[in-house]
């Protein structure tokens, strides 16, 4: 008799497994390494506030020098206006790396010299500049970048004396580093540590936006002068506000003063500005840097109107001073500047007439359209 054995399956229960929120794991990856707790917060911190200051949309607030350029660089005729007879000669050499050299030569004016005699060389990393008078003056500019951030400065001016000018020697040196948000500069003039000490002046400042259209920042100067002087210090804050069409800033030194200046677009071609400048008596007990306790302050009003070939300023203070410049092109080599200035208070007239002309080939003319032009660190 045959024996049947029957197999018996296995019985599978199911069981409910809960479903899981983690991301899978990948192996491909290394594990982050172990690091101290309190640098863990430190670092998560730090991260995340990143985070949140990209969201801003921030951009780069420039530097504090330049704080209120708009007003006093563009519509002001600061170290633009002169008097005599001018006349310029400008020759171009190439746009890449930038080779220039002009002469100019002055007469009738006190501040500018017979003749001056500059020569420039710049790339997209580098500027060279040298600057020599027929009164045995010179001048000279090493500006190198040395990170798409980080931009070296040196300037050096002599000065023999002369008549009532006494002469003399300056060295300057500049480290400016441009972030995303902020801008952060030291200068020194004349550093120098053969005195005994370290000597010199030494301005630090820092420019920082907290909005899209807001930026803070603060400025420090620390001075000691030779022979034994003790040292001096002096402390500024500066606010700047852009809006649509205008720009409004304002700086305040602790020592008493304030200055505040207001740029307005009014139209395509007209632009506005207003500069005051007070000083206090005083205030945080003024010293011998900002040149005493004094108490005077000055307005200053101008405007600027570009034309197709043109450009006019004019500006007005409350010392009675009216000043004015007309920069033409007659034709594309050739600029005519006339520039004026009457001060009421003292009874006195200035003029200035000059004459530039641009020297380039034709063959530098045609590389403008096919050769991108240097941009040197200014």
Not at 151 to 159: A, E, P
Request: aromatic letters at 8%.
């Amino acid at each position: 008799m045959a024996t049947v054995v029957v197999e018996k399956q296995p019985v599978v229960v199911p069981v409910p497994v809960a479903e899981s929120n983690l991301p899978p794991l990948d192996v491909t990856r290394p594990p982050p390494p172990r690091t101290n707790a309190i640098f863990d917060v430190v670092l998560n911190t730090y991260q995340s506030f990143q985070e949140r200051r990209e969201a801003l949309g921030l951009r780069n607030p420039g530097t504090i020098d330049q704080i209120a350029k708009e007003v006093q660089r563009d519509v002001f005729l600061t170290n633009q206006t002169f008097s005599g007879l001018r006349a310029e000669l400008n020759k171009s050499f190439s746009l890449n790396p930038i080779f220039q050299v002009s002469h100019a030569f002055a007469m009738g004016s006190q501040m500018l010299s017979p003749y001056t005699f500059l020569a420039l060389y710049g790339t997209d990393n580098i500027l060279l500049q040298g600057q020599v008078d027929s009164d045995a003056s010179f001048s000279a500019r090493f500006n190198t970048r040395l990170h798409p951030r980080f931009t070296f400065k040196s300037s050096v001016q002599i000065q023999p004396s002369s008549g009532m000018n006494p002469g003399g020697a300056q060295v300057s040196l500049e480290q400016d580093y441009v972030g995303n948000d902020f801008t952060a500069q030291l200068k020194s003039i004349n550093p120098s540590v053969l005195e005994g000490g370290l000597t010199g002046m030494f301005i630090g400042s820092y420019l920082q936006s907290v909005t899209p259209r807001l930026s803070v920042g603060l400025e420090g100067v620390w001075q000691k002068p030779g022979g034994g002087m003790g040292p001096e210090a002096a402390l500024s804050y500066a606010a700047r506000y852009k809006g649509d069409e205008w720009i409004a800033s304002a700086q305040l030194l602790t020592q008493g003063g304030l200055q505040g200046s207001y740029w307005r677009r009014l139209t395509d071609k007209v632009e506005t500005g207003v500069d005051v400048n007070l000083q206090f008596a005083g205030l945080s007990g003024a010293n011998a840097m900002m040149g005493g306790a004094r108490k005077e302050g000055t307005a200053t009003l101008g405007a600027k109107y570009e034309f197709s070939r043109s450009i006019f300023r004019a500006q007005v203070d409350s010392q009675g001073k009216i000043g004015c410049l007309l920069d033409k092109v007659i034709a594309p080599p050739v600029r005519i500047t006339f520039a004026g200035e009457m001060d009421h208070a003292k009874n006195q007239a200035k003029l200035g007439l000059a004459v530039s002309i641009e020297a380039s080939g034709e063959e530098l003319m045609e590389q403008q359209d096919t050769i991108k032009p240097a941009s040197p660190p200014f």
